[in-house]
T-cell receptor, first 115, second 118 residues
Framework: AQKITQTQPGMFVQEKEAVTLDCTYD???????LFWYKQPSSGEMIFLIY??????QNATEGRYSLNFQKARKSANLVISASQLGDSAMYFC????????????FGAGTTVTVRA | DTAVSQTPKYLVTQMGNDKSIKCEQN?????MYWYKQDSKKFLKIMFS???????INETVPNRFSPKSPDKAHLNLHINSLELGDSAVYFC?????????????????FGAGSRLTVL
């Protein structure tokens, strides 16, 4: 069964606007971690933000914030004030409590920022 | 200085050949990984090594053989290449090793090695 679901294959956003990328996850563990990575067209994987399951506050890193709704098992990424350089594929990933060594990735969402 | 470096970046080869991809990290991390990204961009773990010990082998065909001579290096050797092996292979590393940890344990990825099998 898919552990990470990203339902939006592609999105367009206007420059300077905010965009929300959806991510839902499935785990029975109490302890887990959620990650977002960015993959620009050049291909590298860039870590953006992390949320631990016990973290009470939503994670923020600059223009990135994670809207963590534990009861709904969702960890949506919000990118504020979009820039042309934000055009990329974005992956949500989860580390489950008993898998310190493994991240399971979602299928990714392609974001295209329009000028 | 590149944190996780993989070579080669591009590899084009014929079916049936054997090829290797090398990976080195200078972050002092304990754990290294190989991930495969297919043509649909789906990323799936193949192997994980912690301090040179194989931790994860995700039902990868035994034509794929990882080797970790030390904790800074993890190489991937592929025998008898098939068309379906065409993909981008990512090496990654993370700090944690040994004990369970509830922290971030962020994976740092290499730039990827694009393998094309003709």
């Amino acid at each position: 069964a898919q552990k990470i679901t990203q339902t939006q294959p592609g999105m367009f956003v206007q420059e300077k606007e905010a965009v929300t990328l959806d991510c839902t996850y499935d785990t029975s563990d109490q302890s887990y971690g959620l990650f977002w990575y960015k993959q620009p067209s050049s291909g590298e994987m860039i870590f953006l933000i992390y949320q631990g399951s016990y973290d009470e506050q939503n994670a923020t890193e600059g223009r990135y914030s994670l809207n963590f709704q534990k009861a709904r098992k969702s960890a949506n990424l919000v990118i504020s004030a979009s820039q042309l350089g934000d055009s990329a594929m974005y992956f949500c990933a989860m580390r489950e409590g008993n898998s310190d060594y493994k991240l399971s990735f979602g299928a990714g969402t392609t974001v295209t920022v329009r000028a | 200085d590149t944190a996780v470096s993989q070579t080669p970046k591009y590899l084009v080869t014929q079916m049936g050949n054997d090829k290797s991809i090398k990976c080195e990290q200078n972050l002092g991390h304990d754990t290294m990984y190989w991930y495969k990204q297919d043509s649909k961009k789906f990323l799936k773990i193949m192997f994980s090594y912690n301090n040179k010990e194989l931790i994860i082998n995700e039902t990868v065909p035994n034509r794929f053989s990882p080797k970790s001579p030390d904790k800074a290096h993890l190489n991937l050797h592929i025998n008898s290449l098939e068309l379906g092996d065409s993909a981008v292979y990512f090496c990654a590393s993370s700090p944690r090793g040994g004990q369970r940890y509830s922290g971030a344990n962020v994976l740092t990825f290499g730039a990827g090695s694009r393998l094309t099998v003709l």
